[in-house]
């Protein structure tokens, strides 16, 4: 795991440097964990410079727990306008807000279970508070992370959380807190989910689906290559039945 952690970082460099995500950017910030907790449910189907952008701006006018608990929904809607699903979005951390000050003090709980027995906050963003607030090792697992995993071959799975889980049963555990920021980045920038950069990729020696593509490239150009012989072969053949046919009519 620390040879492909690196070789996705050098692969980036070299390619295409990329943002910080926002995760990352308020991790970097030091904005606290209810800031990233926040940020982490607005940024759901959400890009990560408008999570950015928002969180910002909301907690210019609600610097913590107490205050957002207080904000009426219009005002707080209007704020997180530009980001998906606001509406249902700003009601929620608005509920958020209320739990974590009557039922924790005020203060972001520190374990999975309490995490993701708060209003929409579901065992990702959980993970995502845990690593990025707390600095708990914990594997996010969001689509990035699912489909650049099963692309390797690290796991076999459908869903984000039997990935987790495999992740968690495979990956020693000093590399977890790296995981989601490195996969991340890596398949927003160069193993995207449509016209994945394999060319550029550093890691694809060791990659399951680069394999799988270029055995599949090689066997089409081979059904192509005999496609041809056999249309070159009856196009001969019917020049001599023709020519046949025309003797025999002189």
Known sequence: MRELLRGMRKTMDRVRPPRMTALRQLHEAEDGPFAILIGTILSARTRDENTAKVVRALFERYPDAEALARARVTAVERIVKPIGFYRVKARRIIDVARIVVSE??????????????????????????????????????????????????????????????????????????????????????????????????????GCRYWRDRRRDNRRGAGRARGGKKRGDGARLLERRVGGLGRKARR
């Open 104 to 205: 924790h003090g005020g203060r972001v709980p520190e374990d999975i279970e309490s995490l993701t027995g708060l209003p929409g906050v579901g065992r990702k963003t959980a993970n995502c508070v845990l690593v990025y607030a707390f600095g708990t090792p914990a594997i996010p697992v969001d689509i990035h992370v699912h489909r650049i995993s099963n692309r390797l071959g690290l796991v076999d799975t459908r869903t984000p959380e039997e990935t987790e889980q495999e992740l968690m049963r495979t990956v020693p555990r000093r590399y977890w807190l790296e995981i989601n920021d490195t996969f991340v980045m890596y398949g927003q920038n160069i193993c995207r989910p449509v016209s994945p950069m394999c060319g550029e990729c550093g890691i694809r020696a």
